[in-house]
């Protein structure tokens, strides 16, 4: 039997909440398509929209790596799979390209195996992949990717994963400009320290925003979205962030930050019309997207 599976691109740490919050978008997304053969062991026969970059050998890549581990732990190492896998977001990007692939690579073969515990279980595989890709396994773009909507990663040891709600009217523009920002550098320049008067202002604006998310103000949420942490060292490897920023701004953005660890951008708005303004200003990545989408299987 085969299966195609779609699993969304997500903007993690959404500004304030670094490595604990993340949210799922629509579109894109990447596509697994996953097919049981009779030879034991996993083949990936095709990989398209990555340029090349991505490695076909099986005991390298992060589908095949993350679904052999799944696999290894439902003591089902008999079967034989070949994976194709279709990207639809460019590689480092900050949109949670990595995490898409391999959701969507752990979803297809949890249904092919009529699997039917809760996806969540599939979130420490997907970890692995995440490790894998860029030397930590954080959870905040693939547990988005894999449940849909807002998602709070409370504790990661032991892992706490808490689904949130967002207003309906909230929107989401994303510009990528297009350089390469690889996750695994992006952490390497973050500060180990901090002091505790910037503790108390980013904690107190992750409350902010998970308030703001549950009693849909997005006042609120706008005015919580402020990263004095993370995002001060990380614009500097975006061009003109904050000149982006002040545009998006006066256009009526919300808020505005770094996706993920960079380079791709985004800003919340209150409707389609103003995130797609703002994304056309912007001159890059013109796509107007709406937050709560979930993966699905065709
Ligand atoms: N929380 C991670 C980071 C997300 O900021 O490094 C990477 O996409």
Request: with cysteine; proline share 5%; charged share 20%.
């Amino acid at each position: 039997s085969t299966i195609a599976v779609f699993a969304p691109a997500t903007v993690a740490n959404v500004v304030c909440g670094f490595d604990v919050l993340g949210f799922a978008v629509n579109e894109p997304g990447d596509e697994v398509i996953m097919r049981m053969t009779n030879k034991p062991g996993i083949t990936i026969s095709k990989i398209t929209g990555d340029d090349g970059r991505l490695p076909l050998n099986p005991a390298k890549n992060t589908v095949s790596v993350s679904v052999q581990h799944y696999l290894e732990s439902v003591g089902r190492t008999d079967i034989g799979l070949d994976i194709e896998l279709h990207k639809k977001m460019p590689i480092g990007s900050g949109l949670g390209s990595s995490s898409a692939s391999t959701v969507a690579g752990l979803f297809a073969i949890k249904t092919l195996l009529g699997d039917e515990t809760d996806a969540a279980t599939l979130l420490p595989f997907a970890m692995k992949g995440e490790e894998m890709a860029c030397g930590h396994g954080h959870a905040d773009n693939v547990a988005p990717a894999l449940l849909g909507g807002f998602v709070l990663i409370r504790s990661y040891e032991p892992l706490d994963v808490v689904r949130l709600p967002h207003p309906a009217g909230l929107w989401c523009a994303i510009v990528f400009p297009d350089v390469d920002v690889p996750t695994r550098e992006a952490r390497q320049i973050i500060r180990n320290k901090i002091f505790m008067k910037d503790a108390v202002t980013q904690w107190g604006n992750i409350a902010g925003l998970v308030s703001g998310l549950f009693m849909q103000d997005i006042d609120l949420i706008g005015r919580s979205m402020q990263d004095v942490l993370v995002e001060p060292v990380r614009s500097m490897l975006i061009p003109d962030f904050y000149v982006m920023r002040q545009i998006a701004m006066e256009m009526g953005a919300v808020s505005f930050g770094i996706s993920g660890s960079g380079p791709s951008v985004f800003a919340f708005t209150r409707d389609e019309e103003t995130a797609k303004r703002i994304t056309q200003k912007l001159q890059q990545h013109l796509t107007g997207i709406k937050i709560g989408s979930n993966i699905y299987v065709s």
